[in-house]
């Protein structure tokens, strides 16, 4: 019995996945984070956390309770201002722009869904980025997110880079 019960749960997985990569639009990315799930959610609502991760993409800041105004392409010469509400679903989190004049628009949106890993390995994020700049959300941006906050919760660091000195006196 033991086995079905296995198979059956790898065929949820599977469908599940199949699923998820057919909804919805936009680019989709998806990474096995080693945290649970309520720790993986917490940090996805943290603008501070987003603005880490998107690094060079953006930055976010929550400008009222359930409310994110992002700013894509910090440092650039022309800013694009993006301003979100926070939709909480079960499993799910949604950053929903607004459409403006144009009702029949779909609106903007940065969509993570979390799911239980298999055999308890963490949490299985999804990302879906359809912006209003829509050259910024690539599938290698989504990913980087993706990898960047995997990096932060695991280990508390974010992987670069950047000289990191040492101790060790360079020979002269």
Known sequence: MHYIDKAREQLADLVGKVVDSTAGSGNSQTLTISRPRSEVEQFWRDPGKLSEVLGDVAEVRSTEPGIYEWTLNPGADELTTWNTTLVEEDGRLRFVGKTGDDSTADPPEVELTFRDAPHDLGTEVTIRAKTPVPDIPTGAATFKALYRARALL???????????????????
């Open 154 to 172: 695991q280990t508390g660091e974010l992987p670069t880079l950047r000289h990191n000195p040492s101790a060790r006196q360079a020979a002269h």
